[in-house]
């Protein structure tokens, strides 16, 4: 035995999917490949194949498995026919010239026997000659013009599925591609949580704005109308409060509407990020037209404690607070209407808070009421006289507020420039925490003022000075018991807000007890604000809240960062707050130190512009 070459030729362009061998026409020729087909041990005698009959029926012949390809997988799949005599002859006398062979269908089976030397074919093949010969008849060319039109559209088919297919599994690549970028699923919930945090951190400047309009007037208001009803004026009191709920709620109701027709210009003017953007929009959106309700709860706790009803005041405030808790758990979690519901939750809880404030002020039988406001040509310009006199009086209440929202702001724009969305979701659970504090240390100032005033009002300096000394201890006292906690417990701290799982667990709990390292200070700066606004000393709470708000603040944040790196990002607000307590030293020793006393009060007269008359 040895082994031999023979060259066949193979068409590698198929009629559309024949169904059987027998109808299998013969088609125009596609472009020919060469394919050579090897026979080893193949026996050969006088250019003859010398098979017996029995050899021809016994064989079997399994389909044969085609190696797939880009270019011919779509042929791939057409049926094969293995059940016709020719398809077997051919198979059979292929297979005896040559070694192992790949065919595609029964028509390839042929063809390849077509050019194989036939006629040396015995008369134990002559069924697989006579077939062969069969299938090589000449065609009609009508018949060939229809087979050439129904190829045509075959192929065209074909390609229009290759280029679909190709379409498809461009886009499942991408898919695949923006699937295998995408973090896990864990991942995902935590960055959804985190970021709707930070997003609610990048708005919160607005509320704080609102709240800061409302204790500027409330705390102006407060301390001109505590002083007129010392003097037995309950009428003007009335007037100075009317006044200032209404010029805060219009200056509110303008600025929501601006905020609302910018509110893409407005989240990325506070240092939103693109990622982030949407879920700041929606927030703002319904929650800002609500800001005036804000304000006025915010002005109505001086009002109301001013009128001897303390209880009223922390009720009204617990029923919003209460009422807030209870629609964000379920709007954000049963209902999942996400952003949108933990706003709709904040604003119907004030808007509660604020209704119930103006049913009490609207009652006959108390003695701070809403008096109704003359729009004549003298009483406006008292109006205008008597606002201003009370934004004085209450600015430094304001830059307060202001100066929360500048810290949100200026830590949210240092946070994502070190530490990415994943810092400005740590910095947003302290700016949760702060809030919680300076609402303790402003209770302490609120609650020592109108007894300051009052006390202001008729000249007992000695009560005066009693009355801060005691909010000074508290604070203080306060704020130590706040800076413990916090620094040992700053891990279940952040675990209320974040879980352990969270990038930013870590990022908070490592920031947070540095944090707290200032809150003694700030527990003093807050009471001594208080005070210099109960005693009319408008200027120096001004002063002293730009420099621990604005200046130190802004200067400290991106200052420290550069020589403590990460950490000096969380000591920015301490540092400023010590700054400023030494400068209120400053300020008591140099007074002490002239003589000076704080009895300046209104019945002596030594305020010659006195506008708080009676209108």
Not at 19 to 45: D, G, W, Y
């Amino acid at each position: 035995s040895h082994t031999s070459c023979l060259r066949a030729q193979s068409i590698t362009s198929l009629p559309p999917s024949p169904r059987t061998c027998a109808s299998a026409v013969p088609h125009e020729p596609a472009p020919i490949t060469e394919t050579f087909i090897s026979t080893p041990n193949k026996r050969k005698l006088h250019g003859r194949l010398k098979v017996s009959e029995s050899e021809r029926a016994a064989a079997e012949w399994p389909e044969i498995e085609v190696p797939h390809s880009s270019a011919t997988r779509d042929e791939d799949r057409r049926p094969k026919c293995s059940a016709s005599p020719a398809c077997r002859s051919a198979k059979f006398a292929i297979r005896q010239n040559s070694g192992p062979l790949f065919f595609r269908t029964d028509a390839t089976l042929i063809a390849r026997a077509q050019t194989l030397n036939v006629a040396t074919m015995g008369p134990h093949n002559s069924h697989a000659r006579d077939e062969i010969a069969r299938n090589s008849a000449p065609i009609a060319p009508e018949q060939k013009a229809c087979d050439n039109r129904a190829q045509r559209r075959g192929c065209d088919g074909t390609h229009r599925n290759i280029a679909r297919k190709r379409d498809e599994h461009g886009k499942n690549a991408e898919q695949l591609d923006a699937c295998r970028r995408r973090p896990p699923a864990h991942e995902q919930c935590a960055n959804g949580h985190s970021d709707a945090l930070a997003a609610v951190n990048i708005v919160a400047p607005l509320w704080l704005f609102s709240t800061g309009i409302g204790l500027m007037f409330g705390v102006g208001a407060s301390v001109v109308a505590s002083i007129h009803l010392s003097h037995n004026k309950p009428k003007t009191a009335r007037i100075n409060i009317t006044q200032s709920i209404v010029v805060s709620s219009l200056l509110l109701i303008c600025t929501s509407t601006l905020f609302c027709l910018f509110a893409p210009q407005v989240v990325h003017l506070l240092g939103s990020s693109e990622r982030l953007k949407p879920l700041a929009v929606e927030y703002m959106c319904w929650f800002v037209p609500f800001s005036a309700f804000t304000a006025l709860l915010n002005s109505g706790m001086f009002f109301l404690r001013l009128d001897g009803s303390p209880n009223f005041a922390m009720f009204c405030n617990i029923v919003a607070s209460v009422l807030n808790i209870i629609l964000d758990y379920l709007f954000i979690f049963p209902f999942g209407w996400g952003m949108f519901g933990a706003a709709f939750a904040s604003a119907i809880g004030t808007t509660v808070g604020a209704l119930m404030i103006i049913i009490y002020l609207s009652r006959r039988n108390c003695a701070l009421r809403f008096y109704p406001v003359k729009f004549s040509r003298n009483s406006m310009k008292l109006m205008k006289r008597n606002v201003g006199y009370m934004c004085r009086l209450g600015s430094s209440a304001f830059l307060c507020e202001v100066a929360i929202a500048c810290m949100m702001f200026v830590g949210n724009l240092v946070f994502i420039h070190y530490l990415k969305e994943d810092g400005v979701a740590a910095f947003s659970i302290a700016c949760y925490f702060f809030p919680i504090i300076f609402m303790v240390y402003n209770a302490i100032a609120q609650s020592a003022q109108p007894i300051i005033s009052f006390n202001y009002g008729l000249n007992e300096t000695l009560r005066v000075r009693k009355t801060y000394l005691l909010a000074l201890k508290t604070a203080v006292g306060c704020g130590i018991c706040f800076a413990l906690i916090t620094i040992f417990c700053s891990r279940e701290i952040v675990a209320m807000f974040i879980d352990r799982s969270y990038p930013a667990y870590d990022i908070a709990v490592k920031g947070l007890p540095l944090y707290a390292s200032g809150f003694v200070f700030f527990a003093i700066n807050i009471v001594s604000i208080g005070y210099f606004q109960s005693v009319e000393r408008a200027k120096y709470a001004t002063v002293i809240t730009l420099l621990r708000g604005f200046i130190l603040l802004t200067l400290c944040f991106y200052g420290l960062p550069l020589l403590l790196g990460k950490p000096g990002i969380w000591l920015a607000t301490p540092l400023a707050e010590l700054l400023t307590t030494l400068f209120i030293l400053i300020i008591y020793m140099g007074r002490k130190r002239n003589g000076k006393e704080n009895s300046i009060s209104l019945q002596h007269g030594n305020h010659a512009k006195e506008i708080l008359q009676e209108v």
